[in-house]
């Protein structure tokens, strides 16, 4: 089943940025659209069902960036 998953960034970190290093990670996400860009906004794109596991490797990888992108700031 496909979905599309929008995550709102907080105000201290950039979409941008993060879909870049979602990339990185082997992800494709939709963040470089103007909208997407002024709401700070993230989408995933799921186009088959996932396993549990690879669902726990998407949470996994947003944590990740998310803890780096912190780290960054400090």
């Known amino acids: 089943h496909p979905a599309i998953i929008t ?11 993060f879909g870049r290093l ?3 990670h082997n992800f494709l ?3 470089n659209s ?19 596991d690879d669902m726990h490797f998407i949470i996994h ?8 992108l912190t780290n960054k700031g400090e």
Do not use: G
Request: net charge negative.
């Open 34 to 52: 103007e909208y997407l860009i002024r709401q700070n906004m993230i989408q995933i794109c799921l186009f088959s069902d996932l396993s549990e």
């Open 29 to 31: 996400v939709n963040y």
């Open 22 to 24: 979602m990339e990185d």
């Open 61 to 68: 990888v947003i944590k990740t960036i998310k803890s780096e």
């Open 7 to 17: 995550i709102v960034m907080p105000e201290s970190m950039d979409s941008v940025l």
